[in-house]
Each structure stands twice: as C-alpha cells, then as structure tokens.
C-alpha cells in the first residue's frame, strides 16, 4: 500500500503535517523521542502541552510544531508493556487510532510516527510492529485523510522488522 511508507531517520526533522509525540500522559516531556521533540521544538511547545492537563493512555493530543519543520505534533500515550496480560495491543492501537482520527479530522496530507511504546515503555518491536501497521492500514482503507503515513524509524531492529512486515503488503 503506497500510502504507507519508511522513513529510517529522526523524526523531528521530517517536514510533514504533523508528527506524533510517544508522550506520557502528563504530556509534560520525557526522554526518547518526546525529549527530542520538545528540544527541537522549544519550550513554547511544553508551554502549550501545560494547558492541556495531560492525556490518557491510548489517547492523542493536538499542538502547534513551533520550531520543528512539521506543522503540529499530536502527542500520543501508548501502554507501558506489562507482559501482555493488560490488554496492551488494544491500547496501543488506541493511541495509533486516536492519531489518525486528529490527522483525518484536519484533512492532514502527511504524519509520521515513531515507534510507539517499544523503547522505555518496552513494549515487543515485532507485536508493536503488526499492531501499528494493522491499524494504520485499516484506517487508511477506511479514510481518504491522511493521505499518506510515514514510519519514522530511528533503530536497526524496527528497520528490519518493518521492511520485512511492509514487502508482504
Ligand atoms: N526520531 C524517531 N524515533 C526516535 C527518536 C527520534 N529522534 N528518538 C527515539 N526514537 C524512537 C526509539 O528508538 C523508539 O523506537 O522512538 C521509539 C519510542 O521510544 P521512546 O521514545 O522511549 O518512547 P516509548 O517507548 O513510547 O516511552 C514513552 O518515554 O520519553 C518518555 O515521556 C516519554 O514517558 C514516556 C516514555
């Protein structure tokens, strides 16, 4: 499906409507690529996320992008990894779902993600892999926005994991 694609690289320089935050639900920063977003942003962005009074897991919120190239940043909470047994996969498709919805509801032509939850919240690359990519192919079967979705990939394992998911596609 040409509407998906991979970007192996750093998210905050990808110039694209929006990118997605892997936030915390105090929104209030972090380290990962939340740190790197609000680095590359500024601190207008923390100023902002302070009015929004946090978000829960498997929700996503609404910003202005201030100094990165992308347009907005909508900050997503995904689940911390807790051995599958508290319905993870649900919650991170949630956070996946919730994104899409703010992209399709501001006609969004472009968004990327990161890997949502696989680095200090532990989430498994591979299921979170099949979890993200079974969402956002469905979604974008089901809706003309956003036009297209980019995989912003920042490690060698979901590389690899992701290319070889999106041939099969
Ligand atoms: N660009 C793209 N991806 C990145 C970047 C970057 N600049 N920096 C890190 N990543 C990738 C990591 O390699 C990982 O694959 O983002 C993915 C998500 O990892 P984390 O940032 O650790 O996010 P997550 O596992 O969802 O944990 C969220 O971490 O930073 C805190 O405040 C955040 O508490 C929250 C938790």
Not at 71 to 78: L, M, S
Request: aromatic fraction near 8%; glycine fraction near 10%; hydrophobic fraction near 40%.
């Amino acid at each position: 499906m040409e509407r998906m694609e991979i970007n192996n690289g750093d998210i905050t320089r990808l110039e694209v409507d929006a990118i997605v935050n892997a936030a915390n639900s105090t929104l209030l920063g972090g380290g990962g690529v939340d740190g790197a977003i609000h680095r590359a942003a500024g601190p207008e962005l923390l100023e902002e996320c302070r009015q929004l009074d946090g978000c829960p897991t498997g929700e996503a919120r609404l910003t202005k992008g201030y100094r990165l190239p992308a347009k907005w940043v909508i900050h997503a909470v995904g689940p911390v990894w807790n051995g599958g047994q508290g319905k993870e996969a649900e919650k991170l498709a949630s956070a996946y779902r919730s994104s899409l919805e703010i992209a399709r509801n501001h006609r969004m032509k472009s968004i990327a993600f990161p890997n949502i939850s696989t680095g200090i919240y532990g989430y498994p690359k591979e299921q979170a892999a099949i979890v993200a990519i079974r969402t956002v192919r469905k979604f974008l079967a089901e809706n003309e926005w956003p036009e297209k979705v980019i995989f912003a990939i920042f490690d060698q394992e979901n590389l690899t994991i992701y290319r070889e998911i999106l041939e099969g596609y």
